[in-house]
């Protein structure tokens, strides 16, 4: 047990987590100032062999009746659960040296539920534990697992510590929220694409990165208030990333994601021009212009108060030309 925790546990952690993580964070962080990051211990990354790509994007709609009703019911399970009691919920130790704090075993809420006639079957228990899950009550206390039935560590949303700096916004309570957008894209992470999940929120134009899709708080969020996104077909016979470029305020490039296919880069693309920013050509289309224009005056550029103006108005005209890109 001690050689395999500490051969297999440890050394994964120091090694993909601790080079990576970090890593990322110091370039990330100072190079553009919107990290916001947290630490939950070891966490399963997408494209981890244990945890199942998924590539396909979803939008939510909270509006929808069926989303309310399972809302209303899994509240009403948590609060017969809280008045009824005798599900233990304490703290209890997870391998050797580490405390999980004020946390229940998803068999003993199944347990729970059979005894007092909630369900009729142990496999009707593991949909309500799922259904708790879901609905953002209960998450596993590393974010590494989905509700089962075993001995596997759980805590309630509200059991939280109040300085627990690993607290959301969740996956789950972000797809919840009405016309939010979901799904794995890949970022490149130095020699090679690495999958996350991302939420995009249309209501507070942010977009939050997450490890996996149980992550109970984003490792990065961005603010895409006055941002514009450029997308980018796959270039060669043997490419098939349907890259989407991120641009802040200030035209600098950010970021770069990559969809799997042109379906899943054109869902992204139109709910964030939907959410304000300012879609640009496809490379493809801008370089091309590039090649047959003949002059500037073939080119438009926004004005000082944001409006597009074509070049051709400047022609028979000494024009001066400045790059203005710089502080």
């Known amino acids: 047990y001690i050689g395999e925790y500490i051969g297999e546990y440890i050394g994964e952690y120091i090694g993909e987590y601790i080079g990576e993580y970090i890593g990322e964070y110091i370039g990330e962080y100072i190079g553009v100032s919107r990290a916001i990051t947290s630490c939950s211990g070891y966490i399963l990354r997408a494209d981890h ?3 199942a790509k998924n590539c396909s994007c979803s939008a939510s709609n909270q509006a929808t009746q069926e989303r309310l009703e ?3 019911k899994a509240q009403l399970i948590v609060e017969k659960i809280k008045a009824l009691g005798g599900l233990v919920i304490q703290d209890r130790r997870s391998f050797i ?3 999980e704090k004020s946390c229940f075993v998803a068999a003993e809420l199944v347990d729970w539920l059979v005894e007092k006639k909630e369900v009729t079957t142990r496999e009707q228990g593991v949909e309500v534990g799922k259904l708790l899950a879901e609905t953002d009550f209960i998450h596993h206390v590393k974010d590494e697992h989905t509700f089962e039935d075993g ?5 309630f949303r509200q059991d939280e510590t109040s300085g627990d700096p690993c607290q959301g916004p969740s996956v789950a309570y972000m797809k919840g929220q009405e016309g939010a957008l979901y799904g794995p894209l890949a ?3 130095l ?3 690495t999958y996350y999940t991302y939420v995009l929120s249309s209501d507070t134009h942010l977009l939050c990165q997450y490890r996996t899709e149980l992550d109970s708080a984003p490792m990065q969020t961005f603010n895409l208030e006055g941002w514009t996104i450029q997308p980018e077909q796959p270039k060669g016979s043997g490419s098939t990333r349907y890259l989407l ?3 802040n305020a200030d035209k600098v490039h950010v970021l770069t994601l990559s969809a ?4 899943m880069q054109f869902t992204w693309v139109s709910s964030l021009e939907s959410s304000g920013l300012t879609l640009l050509p496809l490379v493809e289309d801008q370089d091309e212009l590039v090649r047959k224009a003949t002059s500037i005056f073939d080119f438009e550029a926004k004005d000082i108060d944001g409006n597009v103006v074509s070049l051709e108005k400047f022609r028979g005209h000494v024009t001066l030309v400045v790059n203005v890109a710089s502080e």
């Open 70 to 72: 399972e809302v209303r």
């Open 97 to 99: 040296f580490f405390k």
């Open 187 to 189: 970022r490149k992470r």
């Open 151 to 155: 001995n596997l560590y759980f805590r």
């Open 260 to 263: 799997d296919t042109s379906d």
């Open 191 to 193: 020699f090679k694409w």
């Open 49 to 51: 062999p244990k945890m």
């Open 245 to 247: 470029h991120f641009l």
